[in-house]
């Protein structure tokens, strides 16, 4: 094994490739290991920082100062930024590049939006998943899906280009103290009399007797998860969940090397206030419980929140946008666990003969039962 990557040359602010001490090529970051690892020579060379799983100590940033703007100098750092005009990712740009393609939907990009100052992360989770991995869970999940052609699986399968990308997420931690009023609803029943054809009947009606309440509830909150960019529809990024959060390294851009990294667009205010409302859904639950009885009315809640703060952090995600039969399709892919989540192809053919064969089964019933 070659010498500790530290002796390797820095990458230039806002980039991350390395080179190889061996020949000269560029580094890429091993998946599912702490290394840097050169395609061209096959030289291979430690990151000295990697902690191990679950041993990293992230910190966090207090949440009035960023959102006042007062955060120090080193917790901020400049990038060079292209913006999809198709699907609205920012994505980074590395070394000399002026144009790239989106990996999110194919779209090439060729417009440079000059640099960007952003928040550092704090924290980045590496990729476990090489590609070939995350092809096959792909492939796996176009295979299990009813109704989906199978040509758009084979076409995933032989060896069709995915891109990794770090997608950008806000994680927040709060306490909070909610006081509140409200009802709560216990269940009893009453018998009636009722008149049917075949004479009087009785049955028990359920009734609700609601009594005024009030209490408090407390609940500190941990790593509340919120995406921060636009390119992935909510229902893929809550597909990709969870993630395992105690995975997470201290940001270095060693882990970057030969990924794509996806600024931020969702700013940190707009994040915090997602975050909250997250928050505050939780805190309805312990209200319910708190309240008891069969049925309960929140009249009113006054959530109080202190000792915020945040991270921003980068999740490893593998994207494929394939277009198949004159249909464009796009897919990703959790780089941690493999959980996919993609555009739903339909095979017209398929459907076709499933519903000739329904009718044909139902034609022969109907025989069978007229005889």
Same mark, same amino acid.
């Not at 206030?273 to 805190?283: C, L, N, T």
């Not at 399709?329 to 941690?336: E, H, I, K, L, S």
């Given at each position: 094994?070659?010498?500790?990557?530290?002796a &390797?040359?820095?990458?230039?602010?806002?980039?991350?490739? $390395?080179?190889?001490?061996?020949?000269?090529?560029?580094?890429?970051?091993?998946?599912?290991?702490?290394?840097?690892?050169?395609?061209?020579?096959?030289?291979?060379? *430690?990151?000295?920082?990697?902690?191990?799983?679950?041993?990293?100590?992230?910190r966090?940033?207090?949440?009035? *100062?960023?959102?006042?703007?007062?955060?120090?100098?080193?917790?901020?750092?400049?990038?060079?930024?292209? +913006?999809?005009?198709?699907c609205?990712?920012?994505?980074e740009? /590395?070394?000399?590049?002026? &144009?790239?393609?989106?990996?999110?939907?194919?779209?090439?990009?060729?417009?440079?939006?000059?640099?960007?100052?952003?928040?550092?992360?704090?924290?980045?989770?590496?990729? /476990?998943?090489?590609?070939?991995?995350?092809?096959?869970?792909? +492939?796996?999940?176009?295979?299990?899906?009813?109704?989906?052609?199978?040509?758009?699986?084979? $076409?995933?399968?032989?060896?069709?280009?995915?891109?990794?990308?770090?997608?950008?997420?806000?994680?927040?931690?709060?306490?909070?103290?909610?006081?509140?009023?409200? /009802?709560?609803? *216990? &269940?009893?029943?009453?018998?009636?009399?009722?008149?049917?054809?075949?004479?009087?009947?009785?049955?028990?009606?359920?009734?609700?007797?609601?009594?005024?309440?009030?209490?408090?509830?407390?609940?500190?909150?941990?790593?509340?998860?919120?995406?921060?960019?636009? +390119?992935?529809?909510?229902?893929?990024?809550?597909?990709?969940?969870?993630?395992?959060l105690t995975?997470?390294?201290?940001?270095?851009?060693d882990?970057?090397?030969?990924?794509?990294?996806?600024?931020?667009?969702?700013?940190? /205010?707009?994040?915090?206030?997602?975050?909250q409302?997250?928050?505050?859904?939780?805190?309805?639950?312990?209200?319910?419980? *708190?309240?008891?009885?069969?049925?309960?009315?929140?009249? &009113?809640?006054?959530?109080?929140?202190?000792?915020?703060?945040?991270?921003?952090?980068?999740?490893?995600?593998?994207?494929?946008?394939?277009?198949f039969?004159?249909?464009?399709?796009?897919?990703?892919?959790?780089?941690?666990?493999?959980?996919?989540?993609?555009?739903?192809?339909? +095979?017209?053919?398929?459907?076709?003969?499933?519903?000739?064969?329904?009718?044909?089964?139902?034609?022969?019933?109907? $025989?069978?039962?007229?005889?």
């Amino acid at each position: 094994m070659g010498r500790s990557a530290a002796a &390797a040359p820095a990458a230039p602010r806002g980039e991350s490739h $390395y080179h190889c001490e061996s020949c000269g090529a560029d580094l890429r970051f091993a998946p599912g290991q702490t290394r840097l690892v050169c395609d061209h020579c096959g030289h291979v060379q *430690d990151i000295p920082s990697a902690t191990g799983r679950g041993e990293a100590r992230l910190r966090e940033l207090p949440l009035d *100062d960023a959102l006042t703007r007062e955060l120090p100098a080193q917790e901020m750092e400049e990038h060079r930024t292209v +913006s999809c005009p198709n699907c609205g990712a920012s994505i980074e740009l /590395q070394n000399g590049e002026h &144009a790239t393609e989106c990996p999110f939907c194919a779209t090439p990009v060729v417009v440079d939006t000059g640099t960007t100052r952003l928040i550092k992360p704090q924290g980045v989770l590496p990729f /476990q998943l090489t590609e070939d991995q995350a092809r096959a869970a792909l +492939s796996k999940w176009l295979g299990s899906l009813w109704f989906a052609p199978n040509g758009l699986s084979q $076409y995933a399968r032989k060896g069709r280009r995915m891109t990794g990308i770090y997608a950008p997420f806000w994680t927040f931690d709060a306490a909070t103290r909610t006081r509140y009023s409200g /009802q709560r609803g *216990d &269940a009893y029943y009453v018998t009636r009399t009722v008149q049917t054809d075949k004479g009087p009947r009785t049955e028990q009606v359920r009734r609700i007797r609601w009594t005024p309440v009030s209490g408090q509830v407390a609940r500190d909150f941990d790593d509340v998860v919120i995406y921060a960019a636009r +390119s992935l529809p909510p229902d893929y990024v809550q597909a990709l969940r969870p993630w395992d959060l105690t995975a997470l390294e201290p940001y270095r851009r060693d882990y970057l090397a030969g990924f794509t990294a996806e600024g931020y667009t969702v700013q940190l /205010q707009e994040g915090h206030h997602a975050a909250q409302a997250e928050m505050i859904r939780v805190i309805q639950t312990d209200i319910r419980r *708190d309240i008891g009885g069969d049925e309960q009315r929140i009249g &009113a809640m006054d959530p109080q929140f202190s000792a915020e703060t945040f991270k921003h952090i980068l999740l490893p995600i593998w994207t494929a946008a394939y277009k198949f039969r004159g249909r464009s399709y796009r897919f990703v892919v959790n780089a941690q666990t493999g959980r996919v989540r993609g555009d739903r192809p339909w +095979s017209a053919w398929k459907i076709a003969l499933a519903v000739l064969a329904a009718v044909i089964v139902g034609g022969t019933l109907f $025989y069978l039962k007229s005889r």
